[in-house]
C-alpha cells in the first residue's frame, strides 16, 4: 500500500471517535479486533485492502474516505467555482461552497434569493440543523412554530428536521451561508 500506515490510523481514528466509539464498539461494528484497530490507529500496523473493506462497511463510509489525503490546513472556496443549482424559476441561487463531508456530518453552501423569492425546505432527518447566516439583505425564516427576521451580520440556528421556508423580503437580493450539521 502506497499510504502510510499512521495517516489511515489517523483517520480510522478520526472517524471512530466522530461516532463516539470506543475500540470495542468498533470492533462489533467492523469485525476487526480491538488489539489490531489500536495497532492500526498508532501507526504500527499497516491494514490490508481487506481490513480497510471492513473497517468502512463497519463506520458505513465509502472505502475513499479511509485512504485519502486529510484535508488541507486551509481550503478557500467561492460560489463562482462551484455547480450552481437554480430553483423557483431562477429566483434562487444555490452554490455548494463545500461538498458533504462524511467525518464532520457537514456541507455548506452560499445562496442568493432574489427580492420576493419563497423557497419552502422539506423536513430534513431528525437532528438535522441548519446555521444560516445573512451577508447582504433581509430574510425571514418560517419554522412551524416560529418565524424570525434574520439581518445582515446576524445568523440563525435551527432544527431542520421540520419543513421551513426561506422568504427574502427586502427589494434587494438576499445572500446568505447556509451550513448544514447531519
Given at each position: 500500500?502506497?499510504?502510510?500506515?499512521?495517516?489511515?490510523?489517523?483517520?480510522?481514528?478520526?472517524?471512530?471517535?466522530?461516532?463516539?466509539?470506543?475500540l470495542?464498539?468498533?470492533f462489533?461494528?467492523?469485525?476487526v479486533?480491538?488489539?489490531?484497530?489500536?495497532?492500526?490507529?498508532?501507526?504500527?500496523?499497516?491494514?490490508?485492502i481487506?481490513?480497510?473493506?471492513?473497517?468502512?462497511?463497519?463506520?458505513?463510509?465509502?472505502?475513499?474516505?479511509l485512504?485519502?489525503?486529510?484535508?488541507?490546513?486551509i481550503e478557500?472556496?467561492?460560489?463562482?467555482?462551484?455547480?450552481?443549482?437554480?430553483?423557483?424559476a431562477?429566483?434562487?441561487?444555490?452554490?455548494p461552497?463545500?461538498?458533504?463531508d462524511?467525518?464532520?456530518?457537514?456541507?455548506?453552501?452560499?445562496?442568493r434569493?432574489?427580492?420576493?423569492?419563497r423557497?419552502?425546505s422539506?423536513?430534513?432527518?431528525?437532528?438535522?440543523?441548519?446555521?444560516?447566516?445573512?451577508?447582504?439583505?433581509?430574510?425571514?425564516?418560517e419554522l412551524?412554530?416560529r418565524?424570525?427576521?434574520?439581518?445582515?451580520?446576524?445568523?440563525?440556528r435551527?432544527?431542520?428536521?421540520v419543513?421551513?421556508?426561506?422568504?427574502?423580503?427586502?427589494?434587494?437580493?438576499?445572500?446568505?451561508?447556509?451550513?448544514?450539521?447531519?
Amino acid at each position: 500500500m502506497s499510504k502510510k500506515p499512521d495517516f489511515i490510523g489517523t483517520r480510522v481514528r478520526q472517524i471512530r471517535r466522530s461516532k463516539g466509539w470506543t475500540l470495542d464498539t468498533a470492533f462489533r461494528q467492523c469485525g476487526v479486533s480491538a488489539v489490531m484497530l489500536g495497532k492500526i490507529e498508532r501507526g504500527e500496523a499497516s491494514p490490508t485492502i481487506q481490513t480497510l473493506w471492513k473497517l468502512a462497511t463497519g463506520f458505513r463510509v465509502p472505502l475513499t474516505t479511509l485512504i485519502e489525503p486529510e484535508p488541507r490546513a486551509i481550503e478557500l472556496a467561492t460560489p463562482d467555482q462551484t455547480n450552481a443549482i437554480e430553483e423557483e424559476a431562477g429566483a434562487m441561487m444555490a452554490c455548494p461552497l463545500f461538498a458533504y463531508d462524511p467525518i464532520q456530518n457537514y456541507e455548506m453552501f452560499w445562496i442568493r434569493f432574489a427580492p420576493g423569492c419563497r423557497h419552502a425546505s422539506s423536513a430534513h432527518d431528525q437532528g438535522v440543523v441548519e446555521l444560516v447566516s445573512v451577508i447582504a439583505g433581509t430574510l425571514q425564516i418560517e419554522l412551524p412554530e416560529r418565524t424570525v427576521i434574520v439581518h445582515p451580520g446576524e445568523a440563525a440556528r435551527f432544527s431542520a428536521d421540520v419543513e421551513h421556508t426561506y422568504e427574502n423580503i427586502g427589494d434587494t437580493d438576499c445572500e446568505v451561508y447556509d451550513q448544514i450539521f447531519y
